[in-house]
């Protein structure tokens, strides 16, 4: 009798023991298998945003471009794009039309209930560019420094907090009417340094090799990020090992045309 009481208690602890670890297990991704049957990634682009998404020759072409076929080769199936307004992104991901947003995307706080952000590909924060040869190393060395932004930017709104909140002596010049003129005016020696957005930045770099440098860590945290319906839990997982996998290869880098200062 005793020994099959025992048998009966084991029986049920080894029961609770199977139960607790299919609690445990993640449910199937039905939103991946669907992609996967399918075979195709529906990626939704708005195309108006040059390096990362553009139209050339009747294509649409750029870094998310890129990004997104990658990510659906590692998926093992074909990318296709779905051109949309910017305003109309998270509508058509809401409504089924697309599966992922990959569109230079930034993370919103506010969106987390229905969409589920990927881990960060690229860094489009405000960063400090100086001359290859500069005694300026961080941005903490910009006191009593000529800065130049573009007027009525981001850069230049980030440059006057520092000017009022830690940095009384800098001299903000947002006398240039776009990031690029702000660089030209560093490289002519007429500011010490610039503030402009990592993007503008990293494009400059493409188009005049060494002319600046850019400074690490930027000065404000802008990443952008790929978007999917909240209950895509295995595609995020898959989305964001290829991401690490392209950061750790330094492909992201490459492909993104500098993945973050």
């Not at 992922?100 to 589920?116: D, G, I, N």
């Not at 001359?131 to 300026?136: C, E, K, W």
């Not at 006191?143 to 006057?160: I, K």
Request: negative net charge; glycine residues 8%.
């Amino acid at each position: 009798m005793r020994r099959t009481i025992d048998i009966i208690v084991i029986v049920a602890l080894l029961a609770a023991g199977v139960l607790v670890w299919l609690g445990q297990q993640r449910p199937p991704d039905r939103y991946l298998d669907d992609i996967r049957a399918r075979g195709a990634l529906r990626v939704g682009i708005d195309p108006t945003y040059p390096p990362f998404e553009s139209v050339r020759d009747g294509q649409v072409v750029g870094h998310d471009v890129d990004l997104a076929g990658a990510i659906a080769a590692d998926l093992g199936v074909e990318v296709e794009v779905k051109t949309l307004a910017l305003d109309t992104l998270y509508d058509a991901l809401a409504g089924g039309n697309v599966d992922v947003l990959v569109s230079a995307l930034p993370f919103v706080y506010e969106r987390q209930k229905e969409v589920r952000y990927s881990v960060p590909y690229y860094q489009a924060g405000q960063v400090v560019a100086v001359l290859p040869d500069s005694l300026i190393r961080s941005a903490a060395a910009l006191e009593g420094r000529a800065v130049g932004v573009e007027l009525g930017s981001n850069a230049d709104t980030e440059a006057r907090r520092l000017a009022r909140t830690t940095m009384p002596r800098m001299q903000v010049r947002s006398t240039y009417h776009s990031g690029d003129e702000a660089l030209d005016a560093l490289v002519r020696g007429e500011v010490d340094a610039a503030v402009t957005d990592n993007t503008s930045a990293q494009a400059y770099l493409r188009a005049h090799p060494g002319a600046v440098e850019v400074l690490s860590p930027p000065l404000t945290d802008e990443p952008y990020v790929v978007a999917m319906p909240a209950r895509a839990s295995g595609l995020a997982g898959q989305i964001n090992a290829t991401i690490e996998r392209l950061r750790a290869s330094g492909e992201l880098a490459r492909m993104v045309g500098g993945e973050a200062p």
